[in-house]
Every structure is written in structure tokens, then in C-alpha cells.
């Protein structure tokens, strides 16, 4: 038949995550997806180990794998396309899940195919809302921040990105200044709920420059001034302190946003007969300040806002089964000289 069922891997940070996408040339359906997350493992080294991410993903892949054909009700021998991610990442874990994929494909004589990660998210809202080429995609998390002109499957134009800390890194170090729990973006969200965020004054850090680069670490380092000038003067911080902090900060990183959004639309439009539609993906992606300001953005240039549910918008295996396929069907076929890559620029 034309229906592919593709089984895709993702383990190129700390998520090992397999899932099962179904194709056909008309349309695709997620049948399984599952992500075993790590938090645990590395909590209490205040960041991600590499070594003990390798580790898990090595122990963790084929139980991802078994998971997803089984909610997919389906075995290994009816999967008809497997692919993995090949990098970017921390290749310890890309090479787990290259290797996983090589050994399926041999084993089962099926096609390979190797994915790009920033790829499959920038793939996503075509898997999630059917979205026509071309659009603008705005990748934000923890380890991402770029904005890319998507014209195909292989056609990634990227139009800036930050020059330092992705939005998702600064939301975590600054809740760290502040002493709040981790991942710090939700905490800081919360946090700013009952803050002002007009009583500090926070750069907009590139913003009187050309262009949609960016730049968060010097938010981080506001924050910290900010914060040690209040605990100087009072003593300490009170809980209204941290909130308008949060709420000052908040705005920066949204205000940044909305405007380098403003500047990859027109950028896009330039070369096109029309502006593109937007598209958002990643972690930040889910705080609410920052996502409607992206709303407000797409409704002045007249074009649609795609915005995927939070679980595809973070890291997962759907988004590589999904990116593989397109890929396949474009003609794409990997064998098994495939290689894991630590750097791999779109
Ligand atoms: O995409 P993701 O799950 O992982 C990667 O970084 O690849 O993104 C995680 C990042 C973290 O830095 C987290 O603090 C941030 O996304 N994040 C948020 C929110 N929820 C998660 N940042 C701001 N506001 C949120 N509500
Ligand atoms: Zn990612």
C-alpha cells in the first residue's frame, strides 16, 4: 500500500523517546508516542550528564521502543520505514539511537532514514495541522532559539537566532538567581502572575540593531543587579519583590520575541509573494505571555498562528517519525554508513 508506518527514536538530549506515525500521501496520524524523560537521573547535578544520559538511553530505547508498538498495537514487523535522529545533540545519545534504528532496519530489511532534531520540530506543525510550505518557524526552548524559513521538507532558511543563552536557558538560570524550583519557566510564569513588570527596567537586548538575532543572557544579568540592589536595600527579597522581577523579566523576553517575530515575517515576505504563516515550537513555547504576543504578531501580517500542543512541542519521537517520512517520500534513504553527529546546522 501508499501508507507508511514509520517507528521513529529520539535520544539526542535527555528525553529517549519512540513513537509510531502512520502516512499516507493525503494525510498522517500519531498512532504512539512515547517519551521516558531522565529528570531524575540528573537532578542532582544541576544540569544534564552526558555519560548518564548515553547510559539511559542505552538501557531505556528498546523499552521505548516495545511501549510504542504496543499502544500502536502493532509489532515490529509491521513498522515499513524506521528513522532516528542523527544530530544535533549530545552524541553519546544520538549514537544509541542511530545504532537502535540500524539494527531494526537490517534486521527487518526496511528503508533508514536519519533526521536532523531541529528538523523534526520545525516539521512539527505540518504533522499537527496539515500546514502548507512555507512558513516561518519559531524554535524556542531550553537548548534552541531560531527563526527559520521552512520551504520543504530539506528547505530551511535560517533567519536569526540568538547569539548567546536560548529564552528557556535564561528562564532557568534566572529562576536559579531567585532561588525558585526547576524547569524555571513555569515557576517564573507563575511567579509573575500577581507581579509588575514595569517596576524594574529590563533591556531589549539587539533590538536597536537589523536583523532577527537575539541576545537573553543579558536579561539573566539584570536580574541578578536587580535582585542584589532590592536584597542590599531591604535586607532580602519578599515574595512581591520576586514576582515583579519575574513579571519585568517575562516581558523582556516576550517584548524581544514579538518584535524579532515582526522582523522574520517581513524578512520572509521579501522573497515571497505574500507573507508566510507562523509557527511557534518548543519548551517556551508554552508560557502564555510569549505566545500571545507571537498571536498578536501573525494577526498584523493578516496570516495563520500555528501553535502545536505542548507534547509535540517539546521533545519527541512523533516529530522524527513524521520528518523521516516526508523525507523518504522526497527520496531521501540512509544506509548504514549513517553517521551521529554532535553539530549539524539545517
Ligand atoms: O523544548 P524543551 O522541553 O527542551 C529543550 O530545551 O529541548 O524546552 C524546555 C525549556 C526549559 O528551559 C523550560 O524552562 C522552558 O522550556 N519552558 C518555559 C515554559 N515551560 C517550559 N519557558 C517559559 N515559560 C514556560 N511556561
Ligand atoms: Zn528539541
Redesign the pocket.
Known amino acids: 500500500t501508499d501508507t507508511l508506518a514509520i517507528l521513529g527514536l529520539e535520544s539526542s ?1 535527555d528525553d529517549t523517546a519512540a513513537a509510531v506515525v502512520s502516512m499516507s500521501p493525503e494525510s498522517s496520524e500519531i498512532l504512539s508516542s512515547v517519551v521516558l524523560g531522565q529528570d531524575a537521573l540528573h537532578d542532582a547535578y544541576g544540569g544534564i550528564v552526558p555519560e548518564i544520559a548515553a547510559r539511559a538511553h542505552a538501557e531505556k530505547l528498546d523499552v521505548a521502543v516495545k511501549q510504542a508498538l504496543f499502544k500502536a498495537n502493532m509489532t515490529l514487523g509491521d513498522v515499513t520505514l524506521v528513522s532516528a535522529t542523527a544530530g544535533p545533540g549530545l552524541i553519546g545519545g544520538v549514537l544509541c539511537g542511530v545504532t537502535t534504528a540500524k539494527a531494526i532496519a537490517a534486521a527487518r530489511r526496511i528503508p533508514l532514514v536519519g533526521v536532523n532534531h531541529l528538523a523534526g520540530h520545525a516539521l512539527t506543525p505540518r504533522l499537527t495541522d496539515g500546514l502548507p510550505y512555507p512558513y516561518v518557524m519559531l524554535l524556542v ?4 532559539c531560531q527563526f527559520l524559513l521552512v520551504e520543504g521538507c530539506d528547505d530551511f532558511t535560517r533567519l536569526g537566532g540568538t547569539i548567546d543563552d ?4 535564561a ?2 538560570k534566572s ?1 536559579r538567581l531567585l532561588g525558585l524550583g ?5 515557576a ?2 507563575r511567579a509573575a502572575l500577581d507581579g509588575d513588570a514595569a517596576r524594574f527596567r529590563f533591556p531589549r537586548p539587539l533590538l536597536d540593531r537589523p536583523g532577527c538575532d537575539m541576545s537573553f543572557s543579558g536579561l539573566k544579568t539584570a536580574l541578578l543587579r536587580a535582585r542584589d540592589a532590592v536584597a542590599a536595600e531591604k535586607g532580602g527579597l519578599t515574595r512581591q519583590d520576586r514576582a515583579d522581577l519575574c513579571a519585568g523579566f ?1 516581558r523582556a523576553v516576550a517584548d524581544v520575541l514579538q518584535e524579532k517575530t515582526r522582523r522574520a515575517l517581513t524578512e520572509a515576505s521579501r522573497t515571497l509573494s505574500e507573507p508566510p504563516a507562523l509557527a511557534v515550537a ?3 513555547a ?3 505571555e ?1 505566545r500571545a504576543g507571537l498571536e498578536t504578531v501573525a494577526g498584523e501580517f493578516g496570516v495563520s498562528f500555528v501553535a502545536p500542543p505542548l507534547s509535540l ?3 519527541n519521537a512523533a516529530m522524527i517519525a513524521y520528518a523521516g517520512g516526508e523525507l523518504f517520500r522526497a527520496g531521501r534513504i540512509d544506509d548504514m554508513t549513517l553517521a551521529a553527529r554532535p553539530r549539524w546546522p539545517l
Open positions: 538530549c526552548s531550553g537548548g534552541h536560548a529564552p528557556g536557558e528562564f532557568d529562576a526547576q524547569p524555571g519557566g513555569p517564573i510564569e517575562q518548543g519548551g517556551v508554552a508560557n502564555t510569549i512541542c517539546t521533545d
